[in-house]
């Protein structure tokens, strides 16, 4: 695979987790314009993970079949589109149909992203150019707030929404640009192989990506609020509490990842987490114990999530199967339910408890998820 190509999907991917998560601490904020509940801004953010949902499988057959690149520049051309709606909209339903768009365009991003760098890489960096795209869309989800927070507050919605199409279009010119050099699958099988679908790994690594997309998504639409009620902090100091999540995230997380391989690294994340999610809404009395906990929560959840993608593309080889598509849309499908669960139960939970109660709530799920992983 060329380095270009391979830069491209790196970049694409990026750029559309970015163009998701770059909303996450503005829309709450937005989305008051239009005068709608906690529950409304839930579903304004799982809109998205729910046409996600909806669309992974398909996006795992399409790869299989036609092959990954032409998934992958269908999906960069539906992200423009997604934007530029996104960018019109003047009524709450409007944006409802964007995110719903945004999230049908990562469906097909990602799924065939991840598939083409693993067919495509040679077998000796397979896990390693998978582990810097997964590496690339965290990144994404934890920068892509800063970076919204700080041009809503510095220009508005029309200075974020011109900014986001300028880089969504940019996207899609890079992807034309490399076609000629994205090998591309001739003919194809009309037969997809669904065995990935019945392999206990990979399975019991979905349930994981579950946890990973359920932790990182439920604070989406009320730690922006809680923050800016307890803390009083601005859209772009707002922003920073992602931007300590993702430092730890990367910063710890990733290395140790990386010389630690043994299952029960995984399972002491996901406990951590819990415990790290209870930390983060707690009343602090100071920023730095505020900015610690979170600090703690990136680290957490970093060590459970970002094996997930490379040991499901060895469960792939070792089963001798050639079906990464339906493979990596069995894990995306999983991580985005817990993307679309998270937010909805905060939001609802938010209605009837303070925050600080929701977390504590909400944190006895991944412990039951573990319970049921090793099981499997």
Not at 125 to 152: C, D, H, K, W
Not at 216 to 229: K, M, T, Y
Not at 299 to 320: C, L
Not at 322 to 347: C, K, N, R
Request: net charge positive; charged share 10%.
């Amino acid at each position: 695979m060329r380095s270009l190509t391979f830069l491209s999907i790196l970049i694409g991917v990026f750029l559309d987790n970015l163009l998701f998560n770059v909303l996450i601490p503005v829309l709450p904020f937005y989305a008051q314009t239009f005068h709608i509940s906690h529950t409304e801004i839930g579903w304004l953010i799982s809109s998205y993970t729910l046409a996600l949902l909806c669309t992974v499988f398909i996006s795992g057959i399409l790869t299989d079949r036609y092959g990954a690149a032409k998934v992958f520049l269908l999906g960069s051309a539906l992200l423009v589109q997604a934007v530029f709606l996104l960018k019109i909209a003047e009524s709450f339903p409007l944006m409802i149909a964007a995110r719903v768009l945004q999230g049908i365009s990562a469906g097909f991003t990602w799924v065939a992203g991840f598939s083409y760098v693993a067919k495509h890489s040679p077998p000796e960096n397979v896990s390693r150019n998978l582990i810097i795209v997964q590496s690339g869309m965290g990144v994404a989800e934890f920068t892509g707030p800063v970076i919204g927070g700080f041009l809503y507050e510095r220009g508005g919605a029309g200075l974020l929404f011109n900014t986001l199409l300028v880089v969504s279009a940019f996207n899609l010119l890079l992807r034309v640009a490399v076609w000629g050099e994205s090998p591309q699958r001739q003919g194809g099988s009309s037969r997809i192989d669904f065995s990935p679908l019945r392999d206990r790994t990979i399975l019991r690594l979905s349930l994981i990506y579950l946890c990973g997309g359920f932790l990182l998504s439920l604070g989406d639409p009320i730690l922006p609020i809680f923050l800016r009620q307890y803390y009083s902090l601005s859209e772009s100091r707002v922003s920073l509490a992602f931007l300590a999540i993702t430092s730890s995230y990367y910063a710890f997380a990733l290395p140790l990842t990386a010389y630690i391989r043994h299952n029960g690294l995984i399972y002491a994340g996901i406990a951590l987490s819990s415990i790290a999610l209870i930390l983060v809404f707690m009343p602090w009395e100071s920023l730095l114990y505020l900015f610690t906990a979170l600090l703690f929560f990136g680290f957490a959840t970093g060590i459970f999530i970002i094996p997930v993608v490379s040991r499901i593309a060895e469960a792939v080889s070792d089963a001798k199967s050639d079906s990464y598509g339906v493979a990596f849309s069995s894990g995306q499908w999983a991580y985005t339910l817990g993307m679309f669960i998270g937010p909805i139960a905060s939001t609802q939970l938010a209605e009837y408890f303070p925050y600080a109660r929701v977390a504590q709530i909400l944190a006895v799920v991944p412990v039951l998820l573990l319970l049921l992983i090793r099981r499997v």
